[in-house]
C-alpha cells in the first residue's frame, strides 16, 4: 500500500547533539513537508519542498535543516541549534504544494535527554 | 496571513450523542481539510472539501466559502471518535497550509 513512513518513533537527543529524522513516501508525490505539534497545540510548518533539491523555511526553521535529494525522501535533522527541540515531529505529502490533499505519516516523537 | 478558529475548543459528550464542530477562516481560500488526530498521534484525512457537503458514514462536512466557514457533523459518536479535530486551509496566494487549533472531544462510554 502506498504510505508515508516515519522513523524512528522515538527519538531521544542528548545536548549538544544533532539528530536526523527519516521521511520516504511511495505516493509519487511531489510536494513535501514538515510540521512540529507540541502538546496541546495545533501543527507549525517547519520547511517544505515543492520538487527535489528545492526546499523552502515555513514558519519555525530555526534550528532545523532539511534536503531533498530524492523525490521519496525528505529528512529533517533537528540541530544543535534548536533549544527546545521536545516535541512530535509530523512528515506530509501532497500532490502539488497548494490545492491537494496532504497525506500525513505516524509522526516522531523526539525528547532532551 | 490566514486566520484559522476552531470552535469549540473542547467538547466531552456521552456516546449515541451527536456533535457539530466549526471553522472559521479569515480570507477566501483555495482549499479546506478536516483531520482527525486519534489519542496516538496518527493524523487521518477525514475530508478535502473546499466547498459544498461531503458525506462518509457517520461523518459529514458542510463548507461555505462565501461566508468563510465549514462544519463537521459527527452523528452517534464512538469512543473511536475520541481525538482532536483539525481544519486546515491553503489559500490562493501561499503555498502553505494553516491549521486551526483543533477541537478535542471526548466520548464517554
Known amino acids: 500500500d502506498g504510505g508515508i513512513t516515519q522513523s524512528p518513533k522515538y527519538l531521544f537527543r542528548k545536548e549538544g547533539q544533532n539528530v536526523t529524522l527519516s521521511c520516504e513516501q511511495n505516493?509519487?508525490?511531489?510536494?513535501m513537508y514538515w510540521y512540529r505539534q507540541d502538546p496541546g497545540q495545533g501543527l507549525r510548518l517547519i520547511y517544505y519542498?515543492?520538487?527535489?533539491?528545492?526546499?523552502q523555511k515555513g514558519d519555525i526553521a530555526e534550528g532545523y535543516s532539511v534536503s531533498r535529494e530524492k523525490k521519496e525522501s525528505f529528512p529533517l535533522t533537528v540541530t544543535s541549534a534548536q533549544k527546545n527541540p521536545t516535541a512530535f515531529y509530523l512528515c506530509?505529502?501532497?500532490?502539488?504544494?497548494?490545492?491537494?490533499?496532504?497525506?500525513f505519516g505516524d509522526g516522531t516523537r523526539l525528547s532532551i535527554l | 496571513g490566514i486566520q484559522v478558529e476552531q470552535s469549540p475548543p473542547d467538547l466531552i459528550l456521552q456516546e449515541g450523542a451527536n456533535s457539530t464542530l466549526r471553522c472559521n477562516f479569515s480570507?477566501?481560500?483555495?482549499?479546506l481539510q478536516w483531520f482527525h488526530q486519534n489519542p496516538w498521534g496518527q493524523l487521518i484525512n477525514l475530508f478535502y472539501?473546499?466547498?459544498g457537503t461531503k458525506q462518509n458514514g457517520r461523518l459529514s462536512a458542510t463548507t461555505v466559502a462565501t461566508e468563510r466557514y465549514s462544519l463537521l457533523y459527527i452523528s452517534s459518536s464512538q469512543t473511536t471518535d475520541s481525538g482532536v479535530y483539525f481544519c486546515?486551509?491553503?489559500?490562493?496566494?501561499?503555498?502553505?497550509?494553516?491549521f486551526g487549533k483543533g477541537t478535542r472531544l471526548h466520548i464517554l462510554p
Open positions: 506530509a505529502s501532497s500532490m502539488q504544494v497548494g490545492g491537494q490533499p496532504q497525506h
Open positions: 519542498s515543492q520538487i527535489v533539491n528545492d526546499f
Open positions: 480570507d477566501s481560500v483555495n482549499n
Open positions: 505516493l509519487n508525490h511531489d510536494a
Open positions: 486546515a486551509v491553503d489559500d490562493w496566494g501561499d503555498d502553505k497550509i494553516i
Open positions: 472539501i473546499p466547498s
